[in-house]
């Protein structure tokens, strides 16, 4: 882990308009700075970022955050990554809090097996470009598939010669581990002796998400039927096949903006999309989809889209797997390629525009699809089409986030259609898998002893069975307890929108002047009315964080927080420090008049959003003198209690008096 000490040199060094200014080009316009936004195309800015609350805005597309945020965003980096990344652009130098001694060990290897990994393809680059028989085979082969010199560096392609041990001599006399060159799988122990293991190979690098190299794929050329066409790196300390994608680091920033991942299966494949212009494309290797593989996608979107050849071996592999991404909520279509073409060599036939075009308009959803093909095989046969129902039941069921129920239900619909089977017992079905799934994660995660609770992992939402009023029509519209919710809810938010105004005041001016000596801070916490007023326990949180940092001689701000390494503390400061207006240097050019800012009048906001807190400590007492009243009693409790009730109206009155606010009910 990173030390806090560490963390604090690099929030003291953050300049949100030199980080956000590396990647887009921003101009100044009043207090704040715009320019095109990064996260989705737009040709008018609407891209903002305020220096002064180090913070930026796109009022096109809704994304905000701060100059870590940014990075994470942008980069596609964790918070730990992103750290790294500012210390690096700040010079920074990065102290470890105390770890484990395998923890450490492991670090050790893994650097180790970085630098190794950028010395090696340095090496195979130069003999790919600069070598004559990296020239003559390697180089000649990739410009006969079509790579022009700007994509090949790019991607960091190379070439390994034939000779037995060319690259591990070289690594030996440069004094890399022999004991890390065998892990990192380039070179081979043979006869004693450290061999090359991409002997008259084309390499292609694989890179992390920070662009570092974690590994290498590399392919024969000569033909030779008993060495395998790829040979991948073994799993190591960097290297989990299992966990990546092929392309990743050169497509995040494409997919991220197109909102759409295109998923293929070979290295060739993305290298070839890439070079025509079509960049939101990565590779799974020919593998079978893992979880880790999808979740790697949905950090970028949520529409993947599968290409792959259109044989029986491209329809198989296109359906491996695929139950989980409906797991992880992604939307899945799939394009087959026509003619016993693979992207590859289709995008070089038909051209850039013609491969967009194609894939637009043959897009399947991945279940229809499904249906479609199985359907195909079960060809009229009664038993085979049992199956199909309860595969394509079994499919549905596996969309279990509670944001996808409309989407299950057209599934449910559309199958029941095609399959020409009733969709009241087709939902029935589909219920059934669902509930096998919940008894299943009940019993792996609670044990037989305890067999109730909610399920731990997803939302499991039941779709609700058809009901039929007396003369057998479906009864329509949604039961009346969520039509009464509707004014609960705008309640809700009006409230919390007040709690953040609390909160924005005291991180704005808390430290300013107040009364005497004291300051902002000082009279708000002697204001403040009680804890149970702020129904947004993160809310309450930040305060009381504040409080505990104030009380201890440490002076916060709104920085403290927005760069907290609780994320979830970041986000919401983020929001709470929004600037959707900005006052126009205009104003004062076209009117000649002074024009009172925030910090000019920080002392009314402060009364202000107290006020609100008293008032509504005052309206929940009224509520529950008025329940009292409602109740028998005495004729004295009966007076006190009316009496009790005028006072809180009255207080109430006074208040709102003080803020120029119209009593309502």
Request: hydrophobic share 35%.
């Amino acid at each position: 882990m990173i030390s806090q000490d560490t963390i604090q040199q690099i929030l003291s060094r953050i300049d949100i308009i030199d980080i956000v200014g590396s990647f887009v080009k921003l101009k100044k316009r009043g207090s704040n700075y715009i320019g095109l936004c990064p996260f989705h195309n737009e040709k008018s800015p609407s891209f903002s970022v305020s220096p002064s609350k180090e913070i930026y805005k796109c009022f096109g597309c809704g994304k905000s955050g701060n100059g870590i945020g940014f990075i994470m965003e942008h980069e596609k980096y964790t918070y730990v990554e992103a750290l790294r990344w500012l210390a690096n652009r700040y010079n920074v130098e990065v102290e470890e809090t105390e770890t484990s001694p395998e923890y450490k060990a492991h670090m050790q290897v893994a650097d180790s097996l970085h630098v190794i990994n950028a010395f090696a393809q340095k090496y195979f680059a130069d003999i790919l470009m600069s070598n004559e028989e990296g020239q003559d085979i390697g180089l000649s082969y990739l410009k006969q598939r079509g790579f022009r010199e700007e994509i090949i560096q790019k991607f960091q392609l190379g070439y390994c010669l034939e000779r037995g041990n060319a690259f591990a001599k070289t690594a030996i006399a440069n004094q890399y581990n022999p004991e890390y060159l065998q892990k990192s799988g380039l070179v081979v122990l043979r006869n004693d002796e450290l061999m090359d293991n991409y002997r008259g190979r084309v390499i292609f690098p694989v890179h992390n998400n920070t662009g570092k190299i974690i590994g290498f794929g590399a392919r024969i050329i000569k033909k030779n039927d008993k060495a395998p066409k790829y040979i991948n790196t073994p799993e190591n300390e960097l290297y989990h096949k299992s966990k990546i994608l092929y392309g990743t680091y050169f497509a995040r920033q494409a997919i991220d903006k197109q909102d759409e991942c295109l998923l293929v299966e070979g290295y060739t494949d993305v290298i070839s999309l890439h070079q025509a212009g079509i960049e939101n494309v990565v590779a799974s290797g020919g593998t079978s989809l893992t979880q880790d593989q999808l979740r790697l996608v949905k950090k970028y979107t949520n529409n993947l889209t599968i290409i792959y050849d259109g044989d029986a071996a491209g329809v198989k592999a296109a359906l491996r797997g695929l139950d989980m991404a409906l797991e992880e909520g992604l939307n899945v279509k799939l394009v087959l390629i026509p003619d016993k073409e693979d992207p590859d060599s289709y995008v070089n036939k038909v051209g850039t525009t013609a491969f967009r075009e194609f894939i637009a308009a043959n897009k399947k959803d991945f279940i229809l699809f499904q249906l479609e093909i199985t359907l195909k095989d079960a060809a009229g046969d009664t038993t085979k089409k049992a199956a199909v129902v309860n595969q394509v039941a079994e499919s549905i069921s596996k969309i279990n986030k509670a944001e996808d129920f409309t989407k299950q239900q057209d599934y449910i619909r559309q199958c029941s259609e095609i399959l020409k089977i009733e969709e009241h017992g087709f939902t029935t079905l589909v219920n059934k898998f669902i509930r096998e799934r919940v008894s299943k994660q009940e019993t792996k995660h609670q044990g037989p002893a305890q067999n109730s609770g909610p399920a731990p992992d997803g939302d499991f939402p039941f779709f609700p069975e058809p009901m039929y009023d007396e003369n057998g029509f479906e009864i329509q519209g949604p039961p009346q307890e969520f039509q009464q919710q509707d004014d609960t809810i705008n309640l809700i938010l009006k409230d919390e929108l007040q709690e953040r105004s609390v909160v924005r005041a005291l991180l704005e001016f808390g430290l300013k002047e107040w009364e005497g000596k004291k300051r902002v801070a000082d009279y708000f916490f002697e204001e403040m009315i009680d804890d149970d007023l702020f129904d947004n326990k993160q809310l309450l949180h930040i305060i009381q964080t504040y409080k505990a940092w104030y009380d201890a001689g440490l002076e916060p701000t709104s920085k403290n927080f927005l760069y907290h390494e609780d994320q979830s503390i970041s986000s919401i400061v983020v929001s709470i420090m929004d600037f959707p207006y900005e006052l126009s240097p205009k104003w004062k050019e076209e009117y000649d008049m002074p024009v009172a800012s925030r910090e000019d009048v920080y002392v009314q906001e402060v009364i202000s959003t107290l006020n609100y807190l008293k008032l509504r400590k005052i309206k929940r007492l009224i509520e529950q003198n008025q329940k009292d009243l409602e109740q028998p009693h005495t004729s004295d409790e009966q007076m006190m209690l009316l009496q009790t009730h005028m006072h809180l109206k009255q207080l109430e009155k006074d208040i709102l008096k003080k803020v120029g606010t119209v009593i309502l009910k």
